[in-house]
Structure formats: C-alpha cells, structure tokens
C-alpha cells in the first residue's frame, strides 16, 4: 500500500489523483484508492486540511494531486452586500463551514447542502439554489489553531498558525 505522509511543494507534476470530498480532505488519518484504484494510507500531522490542487509526496516518491470531489451543495445569493453578510454571519454562528466567492452576477455563499439551513437562508431573503461543484470553504475556524476560551488559550476565538 501506497503510504502518503507529507505535502509536497516541488515544482515535479504529480503522476496520480487522490478524488475527495470536504470530509476526507479534513482526515489526517484515512485510506482511500487513487483514480487507479491503487489503495493507499494517508497519514497526515493532524489538523491538515488538503485543496484541491495540493500534492503530496508518496513514500515511493509518487507525487499524488489532490482533487476536490464534487459534491452536493447550495448556494445562497442576496439581493445586496448587507443581506449576504447577514447570512453569513448567522451561518458562521451556527459554526457552518462556508465557501465564499463571487461571479459576474454577484457574491455567494456555498454550503453544504442541508434542509435546515436551507430554510433558514430563505427566511433570511436569500435566493437558494442546489448545486453539485467542488467544496473549498473558507479556513476560519477550520485553520490550524482554532481555539475557544476554556482551551487554555485566552480570549482568542480565531488564532491562525503563524500570525
């Protein structure tokens, strides 16, 4: 089996694909096949969260691209900056993983795809569509650090490694 243990940033094109949604990319510890279907052990220091587009090195030397699986999501758009804000903040309130973006017919919100919150975005006034794409959330308080009070960790609610 196929060991993945470190993320490679050298400048070699990987030779292999790794398919995963959000919940994989967030593993440290998984086992999962390749687009070839050879199995492979990720074993990543924990806290990792892969992109897609990140690589890491095999312990053959394999250089293996990570691709963010498509998956089931909505996306939520408002009428002005002032409502799309407000719908992400209640989404961040409720700790919702959320990815934030823009395209020639305004800012968005991704999230994924859940009855409740869907009403909830409604009844905020967004517009909320069903969509099947990539899910690439904001790092926030799924950044390496994330810490609450109580953690021994002070007042700090959001502390990023290396700030």
Not at 17 to 40: H, I, M, N, P, Q
């Amino acid at each position: 089996m196929l060991l993945l243990e470190a993320l490679y940033d050298g400048s070699a094109a990987a030779t292999e694909t790794l398919l995963l949604d959000f919940s994989y990319r967030t593993k440290s510890r998984l086992r999962a096949k390749l687009a070839s279907g050879e199995e492979v052990g990720m074993f990543l220091p924990r806290g990792t969260i892969l992109r897609g587009g990140q690589r890491l090195l095999g312990s053959d030397g394999r250089i293996v691209e990570i691709v963010a699986a498509p998956e089931d999501l909505l996306e939520a758009r408002c009428s002005d900056a002032l409502a799309l804000a407000r719908a992400a903040y209640h989404l961040g309130n409720r700790h919702v993983a959320v990815e934030i973006g823009s395209d020639a017919a305004g800012g968005w919100l991704r999230i994924q795809a859940d009855h409740v919150l869907a009403g909830m975005l409604a009844g905020l006034g967004a517009t909320v569509t069903a969509l099947r794409a990539p899910f690439e959330p904001e790092a926030g308080a799924y950044a390496h650090g994330h810490q609450h009070p109580g953690d021994g960790g002070g007042a700090r609610i959001h502390m990023m490694g290396g700030r």
